[in-house]
Nanobody
Framework: QVQLVESGGGLVQAGASLRLSCTAS????????MGWFRQAPGQEREFVAVIFQSGGDTYYADSVKGRFTVSRDDVGNTIYLQMNNLRPEDTAVYYCAATGRSQKWIVASRSEPFYNYWGQGTQVTVSS
């Protein structure tokens, strides 16, 4: 069983930056493909970014491409989501997810069923 704990959320103004962290219990984060999702009030949870176990390749939703960066600390067991130039529409609860799948299924990684483990979420609020 893997436990994921997110942190780093908060209230910021538009244009500001935040860095979210997700710490996985047990094995190092490089043992998993890990993703970030978000859910705004009244909306479905949506894909934000993924970092693959194999090679550390990263992919992003179009809405955050160029502003958000996902990275991994291989020494420890943490991944990060660096969020720059935040917009009010980025306001959501951000969730970290993980899977032990070794396949690099790029399309599938954008959907929730790809992942086995989920964190509890951290709130990000961006004011205009």
């Amino acid at each position: 069983q893997v436990q994921l704990v997110e942190s780093g959320g908060g209230l910021v103004q538009a244009g500001a930056s935040l860095r979210l962290s997700c710490t996985a219990s047990g094995r190092t984060s490089s043992a998993y493909t890990m993703g970030w999702f978000r859910q705004a009030p009244g909306q479905e949870r949506e894909f934000v970014a993924v970092i693959f176990q194999s090679g550390g390749d990263t992919y992003y939703a179009d809405s955050v491409k160029g502003r958000f960066t996902v990275s991994r600390d291989d020494v420890g067991n943490t991944i990060y989501l660096q969020m720059n130039n935040l917009r009010p529409e980025d306001t959501a609860v951000y969730y970290c997810a993980a899977t032990g799948r070794s396949q690099k299924w790029i399309v599938a990684s954008r959907s929730e069923p790809f992942y086995n483990y989920w964190g509890q979420g951290t709130q990000v609020t961006v004011s205009s």
